[in-house]
Structures are given as C-alpha cells and as structure tokens.
C-alpha cells in the first residue's frame, strides 16, 4: 500500500509560484503512477497533471498548461509541483493520487483510477 504525503501549500499573491510535494512511503514509489487534483468548495475534483512511473509520459489540465509543471525524484520518493502564475482561480486544496497501473495513457487523467491519496496541501491565492 502506499501512503501519501503532500506539502508545500501556503496563502500567495497573484502571479507568485509555488512548488508542491507528494511524498510516498510504503512501497516501491518507482511501480506508481502520480497525479495532482485539485477541488476549489462548491466544485468537483479537477485534473491537473499526472507522470507515468518513469517519468516519460506527463499529462496537464488545459487550465495550468504553461503554468504548472510536474516531475518526479524516484530516489527521494517524491513527485513535485511546480507552480508559476498563479492566480485566483488556483486557489483549491491540491491531493496527489498514486496507482500502480499499465493503463496510464487511457486513465491517467480520471481521477477514480487512483487508488492511493494523501490528505492534501491548501493552495490560497489571493491579493
């Protein structure tokens, strides 16, 4: 089972950056497919950007395209977020998933195929 661990939220201004953390422990973090969410209150669950377990495929949210950028350490356990020009419209609480899975191309970006989820790193963006 793995277990996941967010960090790295905070209260920011327009246009500042931020870079989230997924920690995992557990297991073999290398086996995982990762993906960040993101859900502002009122709404649904949106995507914002998952990595293969190697690294090699990497899929974005058309709304942080350009913006946000995702990577992984698999020596540290780690996938990270990396997010630039954030603005308002950001502000959400930010869950990284994790699923040991050969279909990430076809799910990746469905966030029922996870199976794993930490408890979540507050994003606020705000003037």
């Known amino acids: 089972q793995a277990h996941l661990s967010e960090s790295g939220g905070g209260l920011v201004q327009p246009g500042d950056s931020l870079r989230l953390s997924c920690a995992q422990s557990g297991h073999t973090f290398s086996r995982y497919a990762v993906a960040w969410f993101r859900r502002a209150p009122g709404k649904d669950y949106e995507f914002v950007a998952a990595?293969?377990?190697?690294?090699?495929?990497?899929f974005y949210g058309d709304s942080v395209k350009g913006r946000f950028t995702i990577s992984r350490d698999n020596a540290n356990k780690t996938v990270y977020l990396q997010m630039n020009s954030l603005k308002p419209e950001d502000t959400a609480r930010y869950y990284c998933g994790a699923k040991q899975d050969s279909l990430f191309a076809a799910r990746g970006r469905d966030w029922g195929w996870y199976d794993y989820w930490g408890q979540g790193t507050q994003v606020t963006v705000s003037s």
């Open positions: 990595i293969h377990r190697t690294g090699t495929d990497i």
